[in-house]
């Protein structure tokens, strides 16, 4: 149990569609990241937020965009759904920015299917 | 950029074997590096950590050390149990300022009775 939780588990959309994800992080914890599991595949990093703003981002279009809020929730919102976004989404969080010492803390996912 | 390269699976097991799953990076400066594990059906757990050369990293039975040398951090395990069956991820956060994790394929690991 990490205290990160995520919703909904399972989703299916259809392509061109627009989708919102959720994540609950533990209190305290002001960055929150966004990975992307492909089936059989290592997650990718998607962006990163630090106290409600994005700092960092991976090579994902700008169709992906998130959003944080300062009770520790967070949105991950995906327009215009391709086939090749299905995949499971990741979100953790962690206490501070920069220190490695802080445990990234994941949450379960959530599966996206887009048919 | 920064990279990950981690022996492809699966790798089956029976009880109380050896293990080892090979991992190493590319990266500039000193990156932080740790091992992640991912039980069916759950979200990735971390499992150890290294944050510089030559530490060794331990969990639950589990050890990786942290060479520059060979710009590896390979997992092992004395003996390993079913519940030990999972998926592992190699990954090394950068230096520097903000870094993203990279990380590796993942290894199936299946531990057999």
């Known amino acids: 149990e990490t205290g990160v939780t995520q919703s909904p588990t399972h989703l299916i959309k259809t392509r061109g569609q627009q989708v919102t994800l959720r994540c609950s992080s533990q209190?305290?914890?002001?960055?929150v990241s966004w990975y992307q599991q492909a089936l059989g595949q290592g997650p990718q990093f998607i962006f990163q937020?630090?106290?409600?703003?994005?700092?960092g981002r991976g090579n994902f279009p700008p169709r992906f965009s998130g959003l944080q809020f300062p009770n520790y929730s967070s949105e991950l919102n995906v327009n215009a759904l391709e086939l090749d976004d299905s995949a499971l989404y990741l979100c953790?969080?962690?206490?501070?920015?920069?220190?490695?010492?802080?445990?990234?803390?994941f949450g379960p996912g959530t599966r996206l299917t887009v048919l | 950029g920064n990279s990950v390269t981690q022996m492809e699976g699966p790798v089956t097991l029976s009880e109380e074997a050896f293990l080892t799953i090979n991992c190493t990076y590319t990266?500039?400066?000193?990156?932080?590096l740790f091992w992640y594990v991912q039980y069916p059906g759950e979200g990735l757990q971390l499992l150890l950590k290294?944050?510089?050369?030559?530490d060794k990293g331990s969990n639950k039975g589990f050890e990786a050390t942290y060479r520059k040398e060979t710009t590896s951090f390979h997992l092992e395990k004395g003996s390993v149990q079913v519940s030990d069956s999972a998926v592992y991820f190699c990954?090394?956060?950068?230096?520097?300022?903000?870094?993203?994790?990279?990380f590796g394929i993942g290894t199936k690991l299946q531990v057999i009775p």
């Open positions: 953790a969080s962690k206490r501070g920015q920069l220190d490695d010492t802080d445990t990234q803390y």
């Open positions: 209190s305290g914890h002001n960055t």
């Open positions: 937020y630090y106290r409600e703003e994005e700092n």
């Open positions: 990266a500039t400066g000193y990156p932080s």
């Open positions: 290294a944050t510089k050369a030559d």
């Open positions: 990954a090394l956060r950068g230096s520097g300022g903000y870094q993203k994790v990279t």
